[in-house]
């Protein structure tokens, strides 16, 4: 086993990589850029060493640095985590040629999966199923318009070459089918130099279900079941649970089957992550892999018992998994709801500065990820997450209960989170009921948001009446903290004790 | 103590708050109507307030400009003032005629300017660029009419409340 691990990452999944090499009693080491000194991964870590500045490619994103620190201080491997380098296969190749391990798969495993065609071409083989459509460019109209004939409208045209929407078409009928192949050919062509455009069956409203494997060195690989992360905004997943409301054990199993043989065409190795696009009548199709630890892992873990930041260790150090297959149970429901800072009543723009209070949830059934305490400021310059809520409980209903309570507790003052939207999500019928799609959370915020509505003019009126109570009451009891209005007058000081310092420098001085 | 307290934004009339100590607790008067509490400040901007049995945990939120209370999960602007004191009668009111200061919202970094100066703008029309958390906000004007001054320049860290431009 090794002694010693870096960990190439920071915030909320520093900290649980740092936690699970503590309980294996293996040595950690931070890396951190300027504005992250008093981060809390660099608190909780044994060792750490500045980086660079604040931005990522200065920093969390420079291969030489961090190899460089591992060398220097006798690091044995490197966790990456997810997002900055742990999806690139150069960082794995310079960790290999440095003789650190990187905890992760090989980089030519990284390699087939981040191209899309080869990914393809070597799934096909091994039988995984893809949104049905060609995968190379079509070569005229006529056998575009053949191939959505076969395959069914509605049909999606993609630039080969494309990414971000452009090049993109969606055909209701045939009658569109050639326009819209041209201006998709245009649109390709001025934006990536190369007009090849695809066809695909378009998938209205689809879920995404990813699928969790792990995979030692010694040719093992198994499924831990899926997870439902169908409520996302602007591509970012927001809340994700295990099971899916809509996954029975027999479609389970199949997906679970098609993500092991997906992982095995690539001879892919420690965890990993099949997406699936879902359909309306169920049917899965492969999406991509990420060949990393996933955010949402906590709901795996829940539910299969089982501890993945522990395991990825322990495949990487070279051991066998130490259960097969049919070893694993799916138990209880799991969801976590993604804490960002966020500003609800600013479109949910990012809101970083500094925390002036933090009231956490605990409790049955609440693990929390967190990467923030009382008194950091939140830096500006990285993804907002702050922190992972996730709910545990016997069964969905429970889970839900569970969260409402905890996020009831949870409070974060001075910087705004999206804490209210998953009081949204939680409380709403078609959630409740498991009809999602990856098109749920942005008709949910179009609609107006219920809680405000839900309260009577009434009680409203005695809440101000509290709020007006308190704010006087603050006033008086706490004078030297309260900024607002010029509430600290000579009698409302008389009202609180003296200040300790100043007692103490008197007594001090009499002395 | 005597309080003149605004709860929600914009208006609202204000209801005169009185409170005097009594006993182990406090006696409230809003708007005359008596109330009995017991408070207490468990940690710094925590407060819990039992009035009649019902126990409620109130939470402070300050900022350099505002003031809320949270109680439960709904937060209220709240303002309050000293009626004896004579700064908090020169508040200025925030109607719409007249110079608006467009301000940053959050820290962030200037990415770039959408109007000049002396340009004629829509209310909700995008002003400045402002950049955070690699998400790109827009900040929009207030209020139709003329940019006065621009002080945000590309490139400039921010901070909240920087006056980014003025709208007249």
Not at chain 1, 72 to 99: D, M, T, V
Not at chain 1, 245 to 268: L, T
Not at chain 1, 457 to 475: R, S, T, V, W
Request: proline share 5%; hydrophobic share 40%.
């Amino acid at each position: 086993m090794f002694k010693k691990i870096l960990i190439a990452n920071r915030g909320e999944i520093a900290v649980r990589v740092i936690r699970a090499c503590r309980e294996m009693g293996i040595a950690t080491v931070a890396v951190y850029s300027d504005v992250d000194r008093a981060a809390l991964h660099v608190r909780k870590s044994d060792e750490a060493y500045h980086i660079g500045p604040a931005p990522a490619a200065e920093s969390y994103l420079r291969i030489d640095k961090i190899l460089d620190v591992a060398k220097r201080c006798g690091a044995e491997a490197i966790h990456p985590a997810y997002g900055f380098l742990s999806e690139n296969a150069k960082f794995a190749q310079a960790c290999a040629e440095a003789g650190v391990k990187f905890i992760g798969p090989t980089p030519h495993s990284m390699n087939l999966m981040g191209s899309k065609t080869s990914a393809r071409q070597q799934m096909e083989k091994a039988g995984v199923p893809f949104v049905p459509g060609t995968s190379r460019g079509l070569a005229s109209a006529e056998e575009g318009e053949r191939v959505a004939e076969r395959i069914g409208y509605p049909v999606m045209l993609k630039a080969a070459a494309g990414g971000g929407g452009k090049g993109m078409r969606l055909v209701h009928t045939r009658q569109e089918f050639r326009s819209a192949l041209e201006s998709a050919r245009s649109e390709a062509q001025r934006s990536f130099g190369d007009s090849e455009v695809y066809i695909e069956k378009a998938i209205i409203n689809p879920r995404h279900i990813e699928m969790q494997v792990l995979a030692d060195e010694h040719g093992n690989t198994v499924w831990l079941g899926e997870r439902e992360c169908s409520i996302q905004r602007r591509h970012q997943k927001v809340l994700e649970e295990a099971p899916s409301p809509i996954v029975d054990p027999d479609m389970r199993r199949r997906m679970g089957e098609v993500a092991v043989k997906v992982a095995q065409a690539a001879n892919y190795t420690n965890a990993g992550t099949i997406e699936f696009l879902v359909d309306q009548q169920k049917n899965f199709y492969f999406l991509e892999m990420n060949t990393r630890l996933q955010v949402e892992h906590p709901v795996t873990e829940l539910t299969t018992g089982l501890d993945l930041v522990h395991l990825q260790i322990r495949i990487a150090a070279g051991e066998k998994l130490p259960f097969a297959q049919s070893d694993i149970q799916i138990r209880g429901h799991a969801i976590e709801c993604r804490i960002y800072a966020e500003d609800p009543d600013n479109n949910y723009f990012p809101s970083p500065g500094r925390i002036s209070l933090l009231l956490e949830p605990a409790g049955p059934g609440i693990r929390r990820d967190s990467g923030m305490y009382e008194g950091w400021t939140v830096p500006m310059d990285y993804d907002p997450l702050l922190a992972k809520l996730i709910g545990y409980a016997s069964d969905r209903p429970q889970a839900i209960m569970r969260l409402e309570r905890a996020l009831y507790e949870y409070f974060v003052a001075g910087i705004k989170t999206n804490i209210s939207l998953f009081q949204r999500i939680l409380g709403d019928a078609d959630f409740r009921a498991g009809k999602l799609d990856t098109g749920y959370l942005d008709r949910l915020l179009a609609k107006s948001d219920p809680a405000v509505a839900s309260l009577l003019p009434g009680e409203i009126k005695e809440l101000e009446k509290i709020a007006a109570i308190a704010a006087g009451m603050f006033a008086v009891l706490d004078p030297a903290s309260h900024k607002n209005g010029n509430g600290a007058n000579n009698s409302a000081n008389s009202a609180s004790p003296p200040s300790k310092w100043k007692q103490k420098g008197r007594s001090e001085a009499l002395r | 103590m005597v309080y003149e307290v605004i709860v929600g934004k914009d208006g609202g009339k204000p209801h005169r708050l009185e409170l005097e100590k009594a006993g182990d607790g406090w006696e409230c008067r809003v708007d005359g109507q008596v109330v009995h509490v017991d408070a207490v400040i468990p940690r710094r901007d925590v407060l819990s307030l039992l009035v009649d049995g019902h126990s409620y945990e109130i939470k402070r939120e300050q900022t350099a400009t505002d003031l809320h209370m949270w109680v439960g999960s709904a937060r209220f602007a709240v303002e309050l003032r000293d009626p004896r004191s004579l700064r908090s009668r020169q508040k200025s009111a925030g109607d719409e005629k007249g110079p608006k200061k467009i301000v940053a919202p959050m820290p962030g970094r200037v990415v770039r300017l959408l109007v000049a100066e002396n340009s004629e703008v829509e209310a909700g029309q995008g002003i400045v660029v402002v950049e955070a958390m690699k998400m790109q906000n827009e900040v929009k004007s207030p209020k139709k009419g003329v940019v006065k001054k621009i002080s945000a320049t590309p490139g400039a860290a921010v901070n909240p409340g920087d006056v980014l431009a003025i709208v007249e």
